[in-house]
């Protein structure tokens, strides 16, 4: 079955970098769009970064400029690489992808389990 797994996360001081990782295997064609969301307590889950299969990246805008979103086709990784946190930061990170199923009809999604980063001020 298609499953991401994520690593990386942890706790840093503001100002600190993360590197998050996130595999995914099992995808019959591949994935093609993937990105991170984070999630804090009693808040709505927000998406961070996405970038394309050709390697578009996009940001929302409280990280442009801190975070870098990449990724290694041939590995099925994707990558967010996080400089200058702070602590608004700080919430449960998870790794999206978009797929095509044996059908190639319709695209669906799968989400990793999530990493925890915290960042103290």
């Known amino acids: 079955q298609v499953q991401l797994v994520e690593s990386g996360g942890g706790s840093v001081q503001a100002g600190g970098s993360l590197r998050l990782s996130c595999k995914g295997s099992?995808?019959?064609?591949?994935?093609?769009?993937m990105g991170w969301y984070r999630q804090a307590p009693g808040k709505e889950r927000e998406l961070v970064a996405s970038i394309t299969d050709d390697g578009n990246p996009t940001y929302e805008d409280s990280v442009k400029g801190r975070f870098t979103i990449s990724r290694d086709n041939a590995e099925s990784t994707v990558y967010l690489q996080m400089d200058g946190l702070q602590p608004e930061d700080a919430g449960v990170y998870y790794c999206?992808?978009?797929?095509?199923?044996?059908?190639?009809?319709?695209?669906?999604?799968?989400w990793g389990q999530g990493t925890l980063v915290t960042v103290s001020s």
């Open positions: 999206n992808a978009q797929y095509y199923g044996a059908s190639a009809s319709w695209p669906l999604s799968a």
């Open positions: 099992g995808s019959i064609y591949g994935f093609n769009d």
